[in-house]
């Protein structure tokens, strides 16, 4: 089994700034991709970042506020949110595409979310 644990959500004034982390554990022989997604009330959940090898995609609402890094020797990924907006209030969901030990298939597997909220 694979966990992905999530941290670092929480309130902040519009134009300051949060750093959510995802650790994930378990059964992992590889981990293709990281990143993270989001729900904001009402809406679809929608790609905010992911990083493969050594790309960095992100959404156009937040290129050049939110950056995405990972820590491969801990299988961390983080995304440092700066200049928030109220637009960014959202739960907050890392993703990863894994592959387990002996499979040569690739599996996704989701945060429990984090609540960001950004107050104007």
């Known amino acids: 089994q694979v966990q992905l644990v999530e941290s670092g959500g929480c309130l902040v004034q519009a134009g300051g700034s949060l750093r959510l982390s995802c650790a994930a554990s378990?059964?992992?022989?590889?981990?293709?991709?990281m990143g993270w997604y989001r729900q904001a009330p009402g809406k679809q959940r929608e790609l905010v970042a992911l990083t493969s090898g050594g790309a960095r995609n992100y959404a156009d609402s937040v290129k050049g506020r939110f950056t995405i890094s990972r820590d491969n020797a801990k299988n961390t990924v983080y995304l440092q949110m700066n200049s928030l907006k109220p637009e960014d209030t959202a739960v907050y969901y890392c993703?990863?595409?894994?592959?387990?030990?002996?499979?040569?298939?690739?599996?996704?597997?989701w945060g429990q979310g984090n609540q960001v909220t950004v107050s104007s």
């Open positions: 378990g059964s992992i022989f590889s981990i293709i991709v």
């Open positions: 993703y990863a595409e894994i592959r387990p030990p002996g499979r040569y298939s690739d599996y996704d597997y």
